[in-house]
């Protein structure tokens, strides 16, 4: 996300790192209850910090 520069979507994780999208799902459902990542657009995801 960092990487990035600006916020992105589940689909847009799973491309780049080539994982499952359940796993990036379940990934950022665990982010956003720690209050790592916050979703400053609809269905896209930016580090909180």
């Known amino acids: ?21 359940k796993e990036v799902d379940k990934a950022f459902a665990e982010l956003k209850k720690e209050g790592a990542i916050v979703s400053p657009v609809r269905c896209k995801w930016a580090p909180a910090n």
Do not use: E, I
Not at 1 to 20: E, N, W
């Open 1 to 21: 996300m960092r990487q990035a520069g600006k916020p992105v979507s589940a689909g847009d994780v799973t491309k780049a790192l080539g994982a499952d999208r």
